[in-house]
């Protein structure tokens, strides 16, 4: 996986053509003079917000016009709803936690789903049809300024309805995702609620673990039943 975030303060904080010069200088050299041959490059991070997205595609840009053709095997995009730059029309300042956007799990699902849509847009300008497309990051996170005492997805229910909608397209019509995966960060605040895992645990893994509610809706999907689908 390639870059992580680059349009957000507390990551990767990078601009689009410093981050492409990087790619080239050494993600791609290195991968050139002894990646493993099975290897794919996964390149993105963005957060699928029309801003994530205007950050790649300036990357891509920069990229092709200097360098050539942009080595890659797929992208990856992260989901959170509640996150936007302080000026998203203008797509300028910190990234902050908005999680008034979607005050129901179905408002928050509404809008998770026009951010895959943003992804799924960019790939099918700036990809190939045989690109992969991963879902490297979704999820609530429990950190950060929030716009409300405490994330709106840590209410009683929330979770229940928004995880489902969110995992039964990802099954269903959304199986042009190649892979998608949990982020459960380390805060143990709300943690039964928002995370995979139910027992505070030591940074090495040791003690008795178990899963959450939501944890457990994860555990049994079924995601190897469901046939992938091309591009629509």
């Known amino acids: 996986l ?47 917000h029309p801003c994530g997205i205007k950050w790649l595609r300036e990357f891509v840009t920069y990229y092709e016009d200097t360098y050539g053709p942009l080595p890659h095997a797929g992208w990856h995009f992260h989901l959170y709803p509640e996150l936007r730059p302080a000026d998203p029309v203008n797509c300028t300042g910190n990234w902050i936690f908005d999680d008034t ?24 300008t700036y990809g190939h049809p045989n690109d992969e497309v991963w879902f490297t990051e979704m999820g609530c ?21 928004y995880v489902p909608l969110i995992m039964g397209w990802l099954n269903g019509d959304g199986r042009w995702v190649t892979r998608y995966a949990w982020y459960t960060d380390w805060s143990t605040a709300y943690f039964e609620v928002t995370m995979l895992l139910a027992e505070p645990f030591a940074p090495d893994y040791t003690g008795p673990l178990s ?10 999907l079924d995601a190897a039943a469901a046939l992938p689908l091309p591009w629509p």
């Open 141 to 161: 996170l429990n950190y950060g300024f929030h716009q409300v005492q405490a994330p709106v997805c840590q209410a009683d229910g929330f979770m229940a309805v």
């Open 211 to 220: 899963l959450t509610e939501v944890g457990q809706f994860y555990a049994n």
């Open 101 to 124: 956007l979607f005050p129901t799990p179905q408002a928050a699902f509404d809008l998770w789903q026009q951010h895959a849509n943003n992804a799924l847009e960019f790939v099918q």
């Open 2 to 48: 390639a870059l992580n975030e680059c349009e957000h303060q507390n990551q990767c904080n990078s601009s689009p053509q410093a981050a492409a010069n990087f790619y080239h200088n050494v993600v791609d050299r290195l991968y050139a003079q002894g990646g493993d041959p099975n290897a794919r490059l996964i390149v993105g991070g963005v957060n699928a």
